[in-house]
Nanobody, 126 residues
């Protein structure tokens, strides 16, 4: 089994920045793809950003130009750098790893990912 642990959530003013981190405790297979999702109260979980095995990246239209997904192979850590935050960005953010056998595509869909963290909350105030 693989376990993901997120950190870095908190409260910020609109226009501020925040960086989220995710550390897998066990890697099920190599290479692998990872992503960030978010879920606000009363809404479905939505894909925010994803990164492939060749460091190719994909973003939801709502965060393009503001968020950056990256990873540090030495530290085995996934990051989400969030800039110019808006109140609509408020949500619980989750990191995820793709299912074994995923060969690309469907980057921002929950069905692509089989391993999830517990989430970290982000609150952006006006």
């Amino acid at each position: 089994q693989i376990e993901l642990v997120e950190s870095g959530g908190g409260s910020v003013q609109a226009g501020g920045s925040l960086t989220l981190s995710c550390v897998p405790s066990t890697v099920a297979y190599v290479p692998y793809c990872m992503a960030w999702f978010r879920q606000a109260p009363g809404k479905e979980r939505e894909g925010v950003a994803a990164i492939g095995t060749k460091d190719n990246t994909y973003y939801a239209d709502s965060v393009k130009g503001r968020f950056t997904i990256s990873r540090d192979s030495v530290k085995n850590t996934l990051y989400l750098q969030m800039n110019s935050l808006k109140p609509d960005d408020s949500a619980v953010y989750y990191c995820a790893q793709d299912y074994p056998g995923h060969e690309g595509g469907r980057w921002l869909l929950t069905a692509t990912y089989g391993y999830w963290g517990q989430g970290t909350q982000v609150i952006v105030s006006s």
